[in-house]
């Protein structure tokens, strides 16, 4: 009994990073493709200024979709972690 409750506490703890991990890969390719709008939809032909914002913009949200997969990835380490003691 106590092991099938263990089990069912491992499956659902997999199907919930399985889920976290698909938003990650998900929120990258929409921060990029929002930096590179707003860069190149928004500033740069209000500025005329091509290519130079697109450029920062799509780096901005390079970066913020990987501050956010850093946020996860140690969100789901503590969590192990407080799960372990």
């Keep these: ?3 099938s409750l263990k089990n069912k506490k491992e499956k659902s ?3 919930r990073y399985l889920g976290i991990a698909s ?4 929120n990258l390719v929409i921060s990029t493709f929002i930096g590179f709008a707003i ?3 928004l500033l740069d032909k ?3 200024t ?3 914002l697109t450029v920062i913009f ?3 949200g390079i970066v913020a ?3 956010y997969l850093f946020k996860v990835a140690s969100r789901i380490s503590n969590d192990k972690e407080n799960s372990k003691d």
Excluded: A, Q, R
Aim: hydrophobic share 45%; no cysteine.
């Design 58 to 60: 799509t780096l901005l």
């Design 23 to 26: 938003t990650v890969g998900i």
């Design 13 to 15: 703890e997999l199907f």
């Design 65 to 67: 979709g990987f501050k």
């Design 50 to 52: 091509f290519p130079w």
């Design 46 to 48: 209000y500025f005329d």
């Design 1 to 3: 009994m106590k092991n």
């Design 39 to 41: 860069g190149y939809y």
